[in-house]
């Protein structure tokens, strides 16, 4: 089992800057491809962003290519996501993903566990 928890999210106005955090617990952190999603109210969930185990290799939606940056840290089993530039399109709530899988792999959205998600709200 993985265990994530999601914080860092909260009400920004556009143009402003958040980081997500994700706190992964239990088995080996590094042995997982980590992403992002986020779910607007009355839309699906879609993918963010994912990067490898080793951090190297990371994968965006169009959408946040050039604003958003996915990245870890093994020692600390954390997983962050910089958002900048924030948008209202952006509000959401945040889910963090674990998948034993190539970090192409994640955006199908098939992980093998989730977080409880943060909300992110940006205002106009």
């Known amino acids: 089992q993985v265990q994530l928890v999601e914080s860092g999210g909260g009400l920004v106005q556009a143009g402003g800057s958040l980081r997500l955090s994700c706190a992964a617990s239990?088995?080996?952190?590094?042995?997982?491809?980590m992403g992002w999603f986020r779910q607007a109210p009355g839309k699906e969930r879609e993918f963010v962003a994912a990067i490898s185990w080793s951090g190297s290799s990371t994968d965006y939606t169009d959408s946040v290519k050039g604003r958003f940056t996915i990245s870890r840290d093994n020692a600390k089993n954390t997983v962050y996501l910089q958002m900048n530039s924030l948008k209202p399109e952006d509000t959401a709530v945040y889910y963090c993903?674990?998948?034993?899988?190539?970090?192409?792999?994640?955006?199908?959205?098939?992980?093998?566990?989730w977080g409880q998600g943060t909300q992110v709200t940006v205002s106009s």
């Open positions: 239990g088995r080996t952190f590094s042995n997982y491809a």
């Open positions: 993903a674990a998948e034993r899988a190539t970090y192409s792999d994640v955006r199908r959205g098939l992980a093998d566990y």
